[in-house]
């Protein structure tokens, strides 16, 4: 017995000079330092950003990380993130990100605007961006944002004028006021070409959920539809197969999902997220930095319908037309904005 | 013949703690080796994670804050299963317990603070404890085992507060799917400057004192432990096992749902759809691990939060995935539980004594 | 062991020990085939062990057996089992949701592939059960018969699977005299057909009724083995224990005094509808021992809940000195001295991994004067504890040890200690002497005489016949939820008692 | 209307039969492993741990056979820990099931990370096409169910096979006792350890496959959560099939056809929240297992530790 209590305290103390380790040696572990030795004293902007999913999602987390990765390579910048961060335990981690000293912290969804006002006052030497953030409550806040519909307007009229059943549908993982707004616009865009078209939503309830993703949109193909526009993250990939195997054509959101299945998908509504990420690094970089809200749209390239260059020739001018005279009438701010209840 | 051995206990007890201590570092050991498979050096990424929870005053006060809600969901699950009710319901309780804490913490006005507070909480309790009932009815009644309707009434809680807050409670001036803020006389005053940490501590700590007394020191709790280690016995001693099961039914539905209230009062301050926090399952590892004594709870407790604190800090600095605080915590559960064999065995053979 | 003839089994040196215990020690010892060999000692004297040790349950820790002259070191039961053996447990061995053709032939191996041929077996099953005369229904599940039959199941079980070698492990203890008879004729059939038999019991008569040879073993070690030929039952009790031990209780004369305890029609229908207690009435005065003798599982648990409170009657009424008691709690008979020794002290006594001193309280840990505060007085409590366990010479290292850890017949002492000391005037006393060895029944006897000098009143259930007729002044007989008439021990012969304990009054067969 | 009602039926039919299949799966695994004495709690993350590794192995070697035998692997290397654990050390069924759960939640979601995929170009092929049985498959409205994919078909002979096995062979007979009265069956030379360790291992195995089956035929990609409580609905399952074969089919058909009903509601634009079409399964599973109760058909042993004496 003596001989394992020892060895079970000499395995303690292994765990506890890891600790104690952790404190003193940190200066060291810097590793980005070294490289920049010789050049002159230019601190490279730090950035941390908070994702409220896996950077590997394929849609709105990817892009934004792409952003990044972008950043560094072209403006020099330092950066790192956390993942899977909710809503709720957010503050925490934006705290963490100010107290390590990052000049800038991106939190990367509408949902953490809130606590961003809250945190904000508590650090004035740090910036915040809200990517499709609604309100500045501060100096420090640049809530960077787009309209949220015009892309999904851009589908919709899309769709009511390649549909031939007459009955188009919108998949998308949870209800939010911009789901709203983007499922409105895709409604108000079916109907400005198609009054009569008809229109069926569903949810998925979880941005994992593909297997009921692909049952929803199997449904709602069965009930008629020929066109899907879907925006539920990953899910995005099932559906779009699932659209392949029906026949029906499928709209992609909010990346650029042609490639995933050339025959299938005509068109992506995009709202790229990397912009707002973009976006606000740039502004600090060219030391620019406003706090305020921000809408970035069509111009910008915050919104879009991107073709797929294999369909854009089969289609008639007819729809082209229809689809590029949305587009004029959107960015010159001639279409009014949807109601959302 | 010799007398009371406290002795004994002690030896016991000392032996528990360094098997149980050596579980845990195999656990780390064996995560470490998931954080090598992602090409990050292990040391580097342990030493982050508990330089992380524990290395600043900010990481120590946000190690705490989780601590709060984590010991009562430990709490509530330990003492369910002193009387053999397995109650893997935890993660819904504490959510019904923080929709209590907000109905009368948003829509209950004009109280003075300490009296505001007490409601909420409350509130939380009976919220937590009702939302057991469910199960708890279920099974007397109709004999549905514990585990899955509890299991179930998870999914449930979610996506109900889920409707209320997209519904009748959502903040009409939020764009986002979020309740309104609770009032400020409900708040939790913070009690750790410069940090989140909140009078929910003292609570928590005074409720862990409560349990512990009740539990070891009472003729109550008496009953409730000779019922959960053997029920026929203390029927035949003259306690009434359906009484007790009861009772440590709310007592720990009341745990749950006042984790739940803690910390939507001195933390959460308000319901955001979609908001799933995972203490109820954290809470079953860290009361298996802390052999569901409250002081090993404790402990294992604030292992758990350091591990969900420190993980955020691991993949902030080194780019550990976030998951890995999952792989680490099931690693532990799994070890300590196997270590509980070697407890019993050691423990058997330490009360035999000579004949 | 000069003229040895045709050595079956041969055991050499055999030694078992389990932490802390020796078991069996240097057994040495032959069997001859085609004998029917007891193996004779108290509970605890290694009988079952020296079995279960060749029958590969429990491995041994040095010796050799040989069998049929081939070495035989059983693994498992598989082993043995492969060789010839079969092994009747005192606790049958049976899967109650089986169906008997089923209990017999699992474990088998496979007919083809993995396939299982019902109809063969059931043709070869249902060959020998007509060759040894056994009547089983081979497709009703086990859960539906009577003990008498199960064990009839394990017969045909062991039987199926070719043995030669037969070891029933006490098979009487659960049987009614009549079915005993039955059982040993089914011995004498296995014994012409060339089987070879060990009988264990403790049970004098028995023995020497179906016995060739007898070998008694005291703990742990062979005493002698004798062949079954103008033996006497005393020659054999002292064999068995050692000395010269008469369990002959004198029970002092004790003035009777009014009724302590009276029941009145008490009956039990349980949730499947089954009755278990019908119109069950008896009373018993202050000091006075009422025995309730019959075959395990006829009511009597239910019965001593039912007066515990533990269980609700539906119908009937108890009265505890005078006043009715049938809506009061446990707790509430206890407060008024009602106390319980309940058969199965391990289950039911005590919680076992409660320290000792704990267990000592169960039953007044509420009490007030073990009260302080909002708490428990730990000194009080250990103060009560170490008196109790001094008094009652309950044997333990310390008070903090688990209760389950003790031996048995200090658990007995400490549950005893507990019901006596709580100034109770009225007992129910399940099974007292269960699996004790001699030196404890005799501790638990004088108590129990004790507390009938004290005028206590006494109602005694055991499966022990004998028990109940040397400590009881009246008795009666459970069978099937009902009591026969309570009658003085000695006013009825043991037959006339058997024949009640097997129902004969009702059934005419 | 009347075309419109027969949609509906055949979208109901089509999409139970999806739902229904990984579950299934991981029922059948369940039941196995309870027959066998042992409480399967670690169905959920089983399920996650072979979609995973499915897909993993599939990404790979692009073959979908190296995904199933991925799935299986994970499955049979979990069944093994989990007998390990509970048979040797004595574990909580319960407690170990939970780690197991909490375990894969985390490590598939690390692994997925770590391996970095994402999009496109790490999609499932689809190899395995449906097997159209012919004239069956021309049936209206119940054709859908001839036009499934092999392990569909596998699943089928499945179900079927574990009916015979646990009344008609030995190995079957032996499962069954060891999980009703473990000590009988030791006492006529079943070795307990094993025939548990093998009915753990089988029965994680299938569970595997079912997650398996999630991401190798229906979802083809990897998502954390993915499996999103199906475990635990089979769990369940297997007490509102009273342990048998069949009605464990059953039981999962229910709760498939609940999840496709579900989802009707939702496509049809009836208009409630969608967290309560969500709901549906759940309360379901919680109303069946209410009027399930009852006697029940539980191996006797079911839960219970077992000591060689």
């Given at each position: 017995?003596?001989?394992?209590?020892?060895?079970?305290?000499?395995?303690?103390?292994?765990?506890?000079?890891?600790?104690?380790?952790?404190?003193?040696?940190?200066?060291?572990?810097?590793?980005?330092?070294?490289?920049?030795?010789?050049?002159?004293?230019?601190?490279?902007?730090?950035?941390?950003?908070?994702?409220?999913?896996?950077?590997?999602?394929?849609?709105?987390?990817?892009?934004?990380?792409?952003a990044l990765v972008k950043a560094k390579e072209d403006l020099g910048i330092e950066f790192s993130f956390q993942e899977s961060v909710p809503v709720a335990e957010s503050g925490?981690?934006?705290?963490?990100?100010?107290?390590?000293?990052?000049?800038?912290?991106?939190?990367?969804?509408?949902?953490?605007?809130?606590?961003?006002?809250?945190?904000?006052?508590?650090?004035?030497?740090?910036?915040?961006?809200?990517?499709?953030?609604?309100?500045?409550?501060?100096?420090?806040?640049?809530?960077?944002?787009?309209?949220?519909?015009?892309?999904?307007?851009?589908?919709?009229?899309?769709?009511?004028?390649?549909?031939?059943?007459?009955?188009?549908?919108?998949?998308?993982?949870?209800?939010?006021?911009?789901?709203?707004?983007?499922?409105?616009?895709?409604?108000?865009?079916?109907?400005?070409?198609?009054?009569?078209?008809?229109?069926?939503?569903?949810?998925?309830?979880?941005?994992?959920?593909?297997?009921?993703?692909?049952?929803?949109?199997?449904?709602?193909?069965?009930?008629?539809?020929?066109?899907?526009?879907?925006?539920?993250?990953?899910?995005?990939?099932?559906?779009?197969?699932?659209?392949?195997?029906?026949?029906?054509?499928?709209?992609?959101?909010?990346?650029?999902?042609?490639?995933?299945?050339?025959?299938?998908?005509?068109?992506?509504?995009?709202?790229?997220?990397?912009?707002?990420?973009?976006?606000?690094?740039?502004?600090?970089?060219?030391?620019?930095?406003?706090?305020?809200?921000?809408?970035?749209?069509?111009?910008?390239?915050?919104?879009?319908?991107?073709?797929?260059?294999?369909?854009?020739?089969?289609?008639?001018?007819?729809?082209?037309?229809?689809?590029?005279?949305?587009?004029?009438?959107?960015?010159?701010?001639?279409?009014?904005?949807?109601?959302?209840? | 013949?010799?007398?009371?051995?406290?002795?004994?206990?002690?030896?016991?007890?000392?032996?528990?703690?360094?098997?149980?201590?050596?579980?845990?570092?195999?656990?780390?050991?064996?995560?470490?080796?998931?954080?090598?498979?992602?090409?990050?050096?292990?040391?580097?990424?342990?030493?982050?994670?508990?330089?992380?929870?524990?290395?600043?005053?900010?990481?120590?006060?946000?190690?705490?804050?989780?601590?709060?809600?984590?010991?009562?969901?430990?709490?509530?699950?330990?003492?369910?299963?002193?009387?053999?009710?397995?109650?893997?319901?935890?993660?819904?309780?504490?959510?019904?317990?923080?929709?209590?804490?907000?109905?009368?913490?948003?829509?209950?006005?004009?109280?003075?603070?300490?009296?505001?507070?007490?409601?909420?909480?409350?509130a939380s309790v009976v919220f937590g404890i009702l939302w057991l009932s469910v199960a708890g009815f279920l099974r007397f009644r109709f004999g549905a085992n514990e585990l899955?309707?509890?299991?179930m009434l998870n999914y449930i809680a979610i996506y109900l507060i889920d409707i209320l807050v997209e519904t009748v409670l959502k903040d009409p001036n939020s764009l986002i799917?979020?309740?309104?803020?609770?009032?400020?006389?409900?708040?939790?005053?913070?009690?750790?400057?410069?940090?989140?940490?909140?009078?929910?501590?003292?609570?928590?700590?005074?409720?862990?004192?409560?349990?512990?007394?009740?539990?070891?020191?009472?003729?109550?709790?008496?009953?409730?432990?000779?019922?959960?280690?053997?029920?026929?016995?203390?029927?035949?001693?003259?306690?009434?096992?359906?009484?007790?099961?009861?009772?440590?039914?709310?007592?720990?539905?009341?745990?749950?749902?006042?984790?739940?209230?803690?910390?939507?009062?001195?933390?959460?301050?308000?319901?955001?759809?979609?908001?799933?926090?995972?203490?109820?399952?954290?809470?079953?590892?860290?009361?298996?691990?802390?052999?569901?004594?409250?002081?090993?709870?404790?402990?294992?407790?604030?292992?758990?939060?350091?591990?969900?604190?420190?993980?955020?800090?691991?993949?902030?600095?080194?780019?550990?995935?976030?998951?890995?605080?999952?792989?680490?915590?099931?690693?532990?559960?799994?070890?300590?539980?196997?270590?509980?064999?070697?407890?019993?065995?050691?423990?058997?053979?330490?009360?035999?004594?000579?004949? | 062991?000069?003229?040895?003839?045709?050595?079956?089994?041969?055991?050499?040196?055999?030694?078992?020990?389990?932490?802390?215990?020796?078991?069996?020690?240097?057994?040495?010892?032959?069997?001859?085939?085609?004998?029917?060999?007891?193996?004779?000692?108290?509970?605890?004297?290694?009988?079952?062990?020296?079995?279960?040790?060749?029958?590969?349950?429990?491995?041994?820790?040095?010796?050799?057996?040989?069998?049929?002259?081939?070495?035989?070191?059983?693994?498992?039961?598989?082993?043995?089992?492969?060789?010839?053996?079969?092994?009747?447990?005192?606790?049958?061995?049976?899967?109650?949701?089986?169906?008997?053709?089923?209990?017999?032939?699992?474990?088998?191996?496979?007919?083809?592939?993995?396939?299982?041929?019902?109809?063969?077996?059931?043709?070869?099953?249902?060959?020998?059960?007509?060759?040894?005369?056994?009547?089983?229904?081979?497709?009703?599940?086990?859960?539906?018969?009577?003990?008498?039959?199960?064990?009839?199941?394990?017969?045909?079980?062991?039987?199926?699977?070719?043995?030669?070698?037969?070891?029933?492990?006490?098979?009487?203890?659960?049987?009614?005299?009549?079915?005993?008879?039955?059982?040993?004729?089914?011995?004498?059939?296995?014994?012409?057909?060339?089987?070879?038999?060990?009988?264990?019991?403790?049970?004098?008569?028995?023995?020497?009724?179906?016995?060739?040879?007898?070998?008694?073993?005291?703990?742990?070690?062979?005493?002698?083995?004798?062949?079954?030929?103008?033996?006497?039952?005393?020659?054999?009790?002292?064999?068995?224990?050692?000395?010269?031990?008469?369990?002959?209780?004198?029970?002092?004369?004790?003035?009777?005094?009014?009724?302590?305890?009276?029941?009145?029609?008490?009956?039990?229908?349980?949730?499947?509808?089954?009755?278990?207690?019908?119109?069950?009435?008896?009373?018993?005065?202050?000091?006075?021992?009422?025995?309730?003798?019959?075959?395990?599982?006829?009511?009597?648990?239910?019965?001593?809940?039912?007066?515990?409170?533990?269980?609700?009657?539906?119908?009937?009424?108890?009265?505890?000195?005078?006043?009715?008691?049938?809506?009061?709690?446990?707790?509430?008979?206890?407060?008024?001295?009602?106390?319980?020794?309940?058969?199965?002290?391990?289950?039911?006594?005590?919680?076992?991994?409660?320290?000792?001193?704990?267990?000592?309280?169960?039953?007044?840990?509420?009490?007030?004067?073990?009260?302080?505060?909002?708490?428990?007085?730990?000194?009080?409590?250990?103060?009560?504890?170490?008196?109790?366990?001094?008094?009652?010479?309950?044997?333990?290292?310390?008070?903090?040890?688990?209760?389950?850890?003790?031996?048995?017949?200090?658990?007995?002492?400490?549950?005893?200690?507990?019901?006596?000391?709580?100034?109770?005037?009225?007992?129910?006393?399940?099974?007292?002497?269960?699996?004790?060895?001699?030196?404890?029944?005799?501790?638990?006897?004088?108590?129990?005489?004790?507390?009938?000098?004290?005028?206590?009143?006494?109602?005694?259930?055991?499966?022990?016949?004998?028990?109940?007729?040397?400590?009881?002044?009246?008795?009666?007989?459970?069978?099937?939820?009902?009591?026969?008439?309570?009658?003085?021990?000695?006013?009825?012969?043991?037959?006339?008692?058997?024949?009640?304990?097997?129902?004969?009054?009702?059934?005419?067969? | 209307?009347?075309?419109?009602?027969?949609?509906?039926?055949?979208?109901?039919?089509?999409?139970?039969?999806?739902?229904?299949?990984?579950?299934?799966?991981?029922?059948?695994?369940?039941?196995?492993?309870?027959?066998?004495?042992?409480?399967?709690?670690?169905?959920?993350?089983?399920?996650?741990?072979?979609?995973?590794?499915?897909?993993?192995?599939?990404?790979?070697?692009?073959?979908?056979?190296?995904?199933?035998?991925?799935?299986?692997?994970?499955?049979?290397?979990?069944?093994?820990?989990?007998?390990?654990?509970?048979?040797?050390?004595?574990?909580?069924?319960?407690?170990?099931?939970?780690?197991?759960?909490?375990?894969?939640?985390?490590?598939?979601?690390?692994?997925?990370?770590?391996?970095?995929?994402?999009?496109?170009?790490?999609?499932?092929?689809?190899?395995?096409?449906?097997?159209?049985?012919?004239?069956?498959?021309?049936?209206?409205?119940?054709?859908?169910?001839?036009?499934?994919?092999?392990?569909?078909?596998?699943?089928?002979?499945?179900?079927?096979?574990?009916?015979?096995?646990?009344?008609?062979?030995?190995?079957?007979?032996?499962?069954?006792?060891?999980?009703?009265?473990?000590?009988?069956?030791?006492?006529?030379?079943?070795?307990?350890?094993?025939?548990?360790?093998?009915?753990?291992?089988?029965?994680?195995?299938?569970?595997?496959?079912?997650?398996?089956?999630?991401?190798?035929?229906?979802?083809?990609?990897?998502?954390?959560?993915?499996?999103?409580?199906?475990?635990?609905?089979?769990?369940?399952?297997?007490?509102?099939?009273?342990?048998?074969?069949?009605?464990?089919?059953?039981?999962?058909?229910?709760?498939?056809?609940?999840?496709?009903?579900?989802?009707?509601?939702?496509?049809?634009?009836?208009?409630?929240?969608?967290?309560?079409?969500?709901?549906?399964?759940?309360?379901?599973?919680?109303?069946?297992?209410?009027?399930?109760?009852?006697?029940?058909?539980?191996?006797?042993?079911?839960?219970?530790?077992?000591?060689?004496?």
């Amino acid at each position: 017995m003596k001989k394992k209590i020892i060895s079970l305290l000499l395995v303690a103390m292994f765990l506890v000079s890891l600790v104690g380790c952790a404190g003193a040696e940190e200066p060291a572990e810097e590793p980005a330092v070294e490289e920049n030795v010789e050049e002159p004293a230019v601190e490279p902007i730090k950035v941390g950003v908070i994702f409220t999913g896996s950077i590997g999602d394929g849609a709105w987390n990817e892009s934004g990380y792409n952003a990044l990765v972008k950043a560094k390579e072209d403006l020099g910048i330092e950066f790192s993130f956390q993942e899977s961060v909710p809503v709720a335990e957010s503050g925490e981690v934006m705290r963490n990100f100010a107290y390590e000293g990052y000049d800038l912290i991106i939190a990367h969804d509408f949902n953490y605007n809130d606590i961003v006002s809250e945190v904000a006052p508590e650090f004035p030497d740090v910036l915040f961006t809200v990517s499709y953030g609604y309100q500045s409550t501060e100096d420090n806040i640049a809530a960077i944002t787009s309209s949220g519909w015009h892309a999904s307007y851009m589908a919709g009229v899309l769709a009511a004028a390649v549909s031939e059943t007459e009955i188009v549908g919108v998949l998308s993982a949870t209800d939010s006021f911009m789901g709203k707004r983007m499922r409105t616009g895709f409604v108000n865009g079916a109907k400005s070409v198609n009054p009569d078209i008809e229109v069926l939503e569903a949810f998925t309830g979880s941005w994992d959920d593909v297997v009921k993703g692909k049952e929803l949109v199997n449904g709602m193909i069965q009930q008629g539809i020929d066109v899907i526009l879907s925006n539920s993250g990953n899910v995005n990939f099932g559906v779009i197969e699932t659209a392949k195997e029906a026949g029906i054509m499928a709209i992609g959101a909010p990346s650029d999902l042609s490639s995933v299945a050339p025959d299938t998908v005509i068109a992506s509504a995009v709202t790229p997220s990397g912009i707002y990420v973009d976006y606000g690094i740039r502004q600090l970089a060219e030391d620019n930095f406003d706090g305020g809200v921000y809408v970035l749209g069509i111009k910008e390239g915050a919104e879009d319908l991107i073709w797929n260059p294999a369909f854009e020739a089969e289609f008639s001018a007819e729809v082209i037309d229809t689809v590029n005279a949305a587009k004029l009438q959107l960015s010159n701010g001639e279409i009014e904005e949807p109601v959302v209840e | 013949m010799s007398s009371f051995d406290s002795s004994l206990s002690r030896r016991i007890l000392r032996m528990r703690i360094l098997v149980t201590g050596l579980a845990v570092v195999v656990a780390f050991l064996l995560g470490s080796a998931l954080v090598a498979l992602a090409g990050i050096n292990p040391l580097t990424a342990l030493r982050y994670l508990f330089s992380g929870a524990l290395g600043t005053r900010h990481g120590i006060g946000e190690t705490l804050t989780r601590f709060i809600p984590l010991f009562l969901a430990t709490l509530s699950f330990a003492i369910a299963m002193k009387v053999h009710f397995y109650n893997v319901g935890i993660e819904g309780q504490i959510a019904l317990g923080s929709l209590g804490a907000l109905l009368v913490g948003v829509y209950v006005t004009g109280l003075p603070a300490p009296i505001h507070i007490l409601l909420c909480l409350t509130a939380s309790v009976v919220f937590g404890i009702l939302w057991l009932s469910v199960a708890g009815f279920l099974r007397f009644r109709f004999g549905a085992n514990e585990l899955l309707t509890t299991v179930m009434l998870n999914y449930i809680a979610i996506y109900l507060i889920d409707i209320l807050v997209e519904t009748v409670l959502k903040d009409p001036n939020s764009l986002i799917n979020q309740s309104q803020k609770i009032a400020a006389t409900a708040k939790l005053p913070r009690i750790m400057e410069g940090t989140t940490v909140h009078l929910g501590l003292v609570f928590a700590a005074i409720v862990g004192f409560i349990v512990y007394y009740y539990v070891w020191r009472t003729p109550g709790g008496f009953e409730l432990r000779a019922v959960g280690a053997n029920s026929k016995a203390a029927k035949y001693a003259g306690i009434n096992p359906a009484k007790l099961i009861i009772i440590g039914m709310i007592i720990s539905g009341g745990l749950a749902g006042l984790g739940g209230g803690l910390n939507l009062l001195g933390y959460q301050s308000r319901w955001v759809s979609g908001t799933f926090l995972g203490y109820g399952f954290d809470g079953i590892g860290a009361a298996v691990m802390g052999q569901y004594h409250p002081l090993g709870m404790a402990f294992s407790a604030l292992l758990f939060a350091i591990i969900r604190v420190g993980g955020g800090a691991m993949q902030r600095s080194v780019g550990v995935p976030y998951p890995l605080v999952h792989a680490l915590q099931g690693i532990v559960i799994i070890a300590v539980i196997i270590s509980a064999y070697f407890i019993e065995k050691r423990t058997e053979k330490m009360t035999k004594g000579g004949q | 062991m000069s003229n040895r003839k045709d050595v079956i089994l041969e055991i050499r040196n055999l030694t078992k020990t389990f932490p802390g215990v020796i078991a069996n020690k240097d057994v040495d010892l032959d069997i001859e085939r085609g004998e029917v060999h007891t193996l004779l000692g108290e509970n605890g004297a290694g009988k079952s062990t020296l079995m279960k040790a060749i029958y590969g349950i429990y491995g041994m820790d040095s010796g050799t057996v040989k069998y049929n002259g081939n070495p035989l070191d059983a693994k498992s039961p598989k082993d043995a089992i492969a060789v010839g053996l079969g092994m009747i447990h005192q606790h049958f061995l049976l899967v109650q949701e089986f169906t008997v053709l089923e209990n017999i032939i699992m474990g088998l191996k496979a007919d083809k592939g993995i396939h299982l041929d019902l109809g063969k077996h059931r043709s070869r099953v249902e060959e020998i059960v007509e060759r040894f005369e056994i009547r089983l229904d081979l497709d009703e599940k086990v859960k539906n018969l009577s003990v008498g039959m199960q064990q009839k199941v394990e017969i045909v079980k062991v039987l199926y699977r070719n043995a030669k070698f037969l070891i029933l492990d006490e098979p009487t203890s659960v049987l009614t005299p009549q079915e005993s008879q039955g059982l040993f004729g089914i011995i004498e059939r296995l014994k012409k057909e060339g089987a070879t038999v060990i009988f264990i019991s403790h049970k004098l008569d028995e023995v020497l009724q179906i016995s060739d040879r007898i070998t008694v073993l005291r703990d742990g070690e062979v005493i002698e083995t004798v062949v079954n030929k103008d033996l006497r039952k005393d020659d054999l009790s002292a064999m068995m224990v050692g000395r010269e031990v008469t369990l002959d209780v004198d029970m002092p004369e004790v003035e009777l005094g009014p009724d302590g305890l009276e029941l009145d029609k008490i009956s039990l229908v349980n949730p499947g509808g089954k009755t278990v207690l019908k119109d069950v009435s008896f009373s018993i005065r202050k000091g006075e021992i009422l025995g309730i003798a019959g075959i395990d599982g006829n009511g009597q648990e239910e019965l001593a809940q039912v007066l515990w409170g533990t269980l609700k009657a539906s119908g009937g009424s108890i009265k505890l000195h005078g006043s009715t008691v049938d809506d009061l709690s446990t707790r509430k008979r206890m407060d008024m001295g009602m106390a319980y020794i309940p058969a199965d002290r391990k289950k039911e006594g005590l919680v076992g991994t409660f320290q000792v001193s704990e267990n000592i309280v169960l039953n007044s840990y509420y009490k007030p004067h073990f009260i302080k505060g909002l708490g428990q007085d730990f000194g009080a409590i250990r103060e009560y504890s170490e008196r109790l366990v001094q008094e009652y010479n309950v044997k333990t290292p310390a008070l903090s040890v688990w209760a389950k850890n003790l031996s048995g017949g200090n658990q007995q002492k400490l549950i005893l200690s507990r019901a006596i000391e709580g100034n109770n005037d009225v007992f129910i006393i399940a099974q007292p002497t269960w699996g004790l060895d001699i030196g404890a029944i005799e501790f638990v006897y004088r108590k129990i005489s004790e507390l009938k000098e004290a005028g206590k009143t006494i109602l005694l259930i055991s499966t022990d016949l004998e028990e109940v007729r040397s400590l009881s002044d009246r008795m009666c007989v459970i069978f099937e939820g009902e009591v026969s008439e309570t009658f003085r021990v000695q006013d009825k012969q043991v037959a006339e008692i058997g024949l009640l304990m097997a129902g004969g009054k009702r059934r005419e067969e | 209307m009347d075309s419109q009602f027969m949609i509906i039926i055949g979208i109901l039919l089509g999409s139970t039969i999806r739902y229904t299949v990984p579950i299934l799966y991981a029922a059948l695994g369940g039941l196995i492993t309870e027959k066998a004495g042992v409480l399967n709690f670690a169905l959920e993350g089983l399920m996650l741990a072979g979609a995973f590794f499915a897909y993993y192995g599939n990404l790979v070697t692009g073959s979908i056979l190296v995904g199933v035998l991925c799935a299986l692997a994970a499955g049979a290397l979990t069944g093994l820990i989990l007998s390990i654990s509970i048979l040797k050390y004595k574990a909580s069924q319960l407690v170990m099931g939970i780690g197991i759960n909490i375990f894969y939640l985390g490590l598939t979601g690390y692994f997925f990370r770590i391996i970095g995929s994402s999009g496109a170009e790490t999609m499932v092929d689809d190899l395995l096409g449906s097997i159209h049985i012919p004239l069956l498959e021309d049936i209206p409205l119940i054709g859908v169910l001839f036009e499934q994919n092999i392990l569909v078909y596998l699943l089928v002979v499945l179900v079927i096979f574990t009916a015979r096995f646990f009344n008609k062979t030995t190995i079957g007979l032996n499962l069954k006792a060891v999980g009703e009265n473990p000590y009988a069956a030791a006492a006529v030379g079943v070795d307990v350890i094993k025939n548990r360790t093998l009915a753990i291992v089988v029965g994680s195995m299938l569970a595997a496959l079912g997650g398996g089956v999630m991401t190798l035929t229906m979802a083809r990609v990897f998502l954390e959560n993915m499996v999103n409580g199906r475990g635990w609905i089979a769990f369940t399952a297997i007490i509102l099939g009273r342990y048998s074969s069949k009605g464990v089919l059953i039981g999962c058909l229910v709760f498939g056809a609940a999840t496709a009903l579900s989802d009707i509601v939702q496509i049809v634009g009836i208009d409630i929240p969608y967290q309560a079409a969500l709901m549906v399964p759940y309360i379901i599973t919680i109303v069946a297992l209410v009027l399930s109760v009852g006697g029940g058909n539980a191996p006797a042993a079911l839960g219970a530790r077992y000591d060689r004496e």
